[in-house]
């Protein structure tokens, strides 16, 4: 079964940067498309960036020109590097395999994400 496990949120200033992972197994990870996801207090969970397994990449408008997301392969393991971060950019972070190009998440089996906050 597919495990997801994320790690590398935290809390930090405005203007902060962060550096998120996601290990994947039980999947054949090059072959997939993968996604960042985040859900704040009483909104639905919304795709932050995709990155197809040919290496296409995809963001949200809002993080557009400050998030950026990268794959190793080699490490089954899928990056959100986040800079310039804003209050507005606190949730709890997931990612998933997904569907190109919807970005729709293509497992049910969500893991425990990770917590950003932002703040001063």
């Known amino acids: 079964q597919v495990q997801l496990v994320e790690s590398g949120g935290g809390l930090v200033q405005p203007g902060g940067s962060l550096r998120l992972s996601c290990a994947a197994s039980?999947?054949?990870?090059?072959?997939?498309?993968m996604g960042w996801y985040r859900q704040a207090p009483g909104l639905q969970r919304e795709l932050v960036a995709g990155i197809t397994f040919g290496g296409i990449t995809n963001y949200a408008s809002s993080v557009q020109g400050r998030f950026t997301i990268s794959r190793d392969n080699a490490k089954s393991t899928v990056y959100l590097q986040m800079n310039s971060l804003k209050p507005e950019d606190t949730a709890v972070y997931f990612c998933?395999?997904?569907?190109?190009?919807?970005?729709?998440?293509?497992?049910?089996?969500w893991g425990q994400g990770t917590q950003v906050t932002v703040s001063s």
């Open positions: 039980g999947l054949i990870f090059s072959a997939n498309d």
């Open positions: 998933n395999s997904a569907f190109f190009p919807s970005w729709r998440a293509n497992n049910d089996r």
